[in-house]
């Protein structure tokens, strides 16, 4: 959740679209671990998993474009 919050301050609405994929993905996840068929987890994992690299790749977005304004003196 904390690269939500870091995310949303560069792109709000892809951090947002994001968020909820990946939120979306892990109750599906936990649905098919709580049936005991390793099967059913794979559903919510793919779901999951673009909105978790869509949240790394905004937070890396945002860090890069604040390493650019640094100044070395």
Same mark, same amino acid.
């Given at each position: 959740?904390?690269?939500? !919050?870091v995310?949303?301050?560069?792109?709000?609405?892809? &951090?947002?679209?994001?968020? +909820?994929?990946?939120?979306?993905?892990?109750?599906? #996840? &936990?649905? /098919?671990?709580?049936?005991?068929?390793?099967?059913?987890?794979?559903?919510? #994992? %793919?779901? %999951?998993?673009? /909105?978790?690299?869509? !949240?790394?790749?905004?937070? &890396?977005?945002?860090?890069? @474009?604040?390493l @650019?304004?640094?100044? +070395?003196?």
């Amino acid at each position: 959740m904390a690269m939500s !919050l870091v995310g949303g301050a560069f792109l709000p609405i892809p &951090a947002a679209v994001c968020t +909820v994929s990946w939120t979306i993905g892990r109750v599906i #996840y &936990a649905r /098919g671990y709580f049936t005991g068929d390793p099967d059913q987890r794979v559903y919510g #994992y %793919s779901l %999951s998993a673009p /909105g978790f690299a869509g !949240l790394f790749g905004i937070n &890396a977005y945002g860090a890069i @474009k604040m390493l @650019k304004n640094v100044r +070395v003196v």
